[in-house]
């Protein structure tokens, strides 16, 4: 259902689809361990919803996306138009869906004949950078709920949001380039309105793709729950590497393979037998959805791996798996 009780705990986010409007929220975690217990916590106002222009329905669908069971490394979930009933053989005039893979830096939402929507409830802390370009085309959004940035600006692949409260640092990545508008609460107003900032494309995408990562959960030093002593962090190369392996996504089809080899060719000096476990992440390209920005050099996928997985990773067919610090 679209209750917050209902969540996924993806790693290194935590999901739902419990915000205001349909669609995939976002919520950058924090660990909370002690001795006895561990515990993912996030706050939902630094959280962040894709979801589309044009008027969906409240509740979600599982989408198979071509496989017969949920798979172990993926979740698909889809979107239809408001009041709408879902049918194997309706052929819908637009859905959303989200793409949920685990241990991705990124989520993602697929547009199909829709115009994708991004909500956060905090206010900018300044204004966007547009393809990482400070001192060139600048997105300044209205202050007037329900008014829009006009006019447009042009973004060709991606755009860099930094947050008041939170002190956190999003990424949003698009499949082509995309004419965007903003509304925002201003940083002075905060007292009397409560804060808010969405951003939206001016057209359809007739199949495409944004995709979202957090780059920086303190930007400034202004978050006493991530910052130490007030000082912010210097996240570029995190950013940047976010900006490399943008392009490349696991698909619904990603699965695990267990591979146990001849015993007799795998012993180990002390007796121990060992085999293979092969993510296999059956990628696709971002830029090659619709051919808009093809050209972009494909850097292998990124994911996050925890300091077990990295203790054991070889190189293989297709994939370095280098460990990045």
């Not at 996306?65 to 009041?83: A, C, K, V, Y």
């Not at 962090?233 to 001849?262: C, F, G, Q, V």
């Amino acid at each position: 259902g679209n209750s917050n009780e209902n969540r996924v705990f993806q790693i290194p986010y935590v999901v739902d689809a419990a915000d205001v409007i349909p669609g995939i929220r976002t919520h950058p975690s924090r660990l909370l361990a002690s001795p006895h217990e561990v515990q993912m916590a996030y706050e939902p106002e630094n959280a962040i919803t894709l979801s589309a222009v044009e008027p969906l329905n409240n509740q979600y669908r599982v989408a198979g996306m071509g496989q017969s069971t949920i798979g172990r490394l993926f979740l698909g979930l889809e979107w239809f138009p408001d009041n709408s009933r879902y049918s194997e053989d309706q052929d819908y005039e637009y859905k959303i869906q989200a793409h949920i893979a685990r241990g991705s830096p990124y989520i993602s939402t697929m547009y199909f004949n829709a115009t994708p929507r991004l909500l956060v409830h905090r206010s900018l802390i300044d204004l966007p950078t547009i393809d990482g370009l400070t001192n060139q085309t600048k997105l300044v959004c209205s202050n007037v709920s329900g008014e829009f940035t006009n006019p447009p600006v042009l973004v060709n692949r991606h755009i860099q949001l930094r947050f008041h409260a939170s002190d956190m640092t999003w990424m949003v990545f698009f499949s082509e380039p995309t004419e965007v508008q903003c509304s925002s609460t201003l940083k002075e107003t905060l007292d009397t309105n409560p804060p808010y900032f969405e951003l939206r494309a001016t057209k359809k995408y007739t199949k495409g793709m944004v995709r979202i990562a957090m780059a920086n959960n303190c930007t400034s030093g202004l978050n006493p729950r991530y910052c130490e002593n007030g000082q912010r962090r210097d996240n570029s190369a995190y950013l940047n590497m976010l900006i490399r392996h943008a392009d490349l996504y696991p698909t619904a089809k990603a699965d695990i393979e267990l591979e146990y080899p001849d015993v007799a060719e795998t012993k180990l000096l002390n007796g121990v037998e060992k085999f293979h476990i092969r993510f296999n992440w059956n990628t696709a390209a971002m830029s090659s959805i619709n051919n808009e920005m093809l050209g972009i050099p494909q850097i292998e996928l990124l994911m996050l791996g925890l300091p077990h997985h990295q203790a054991i990773l070889h190189a293989t067919v297709g994939s370095t798996n280098q460990v990045i610090t």
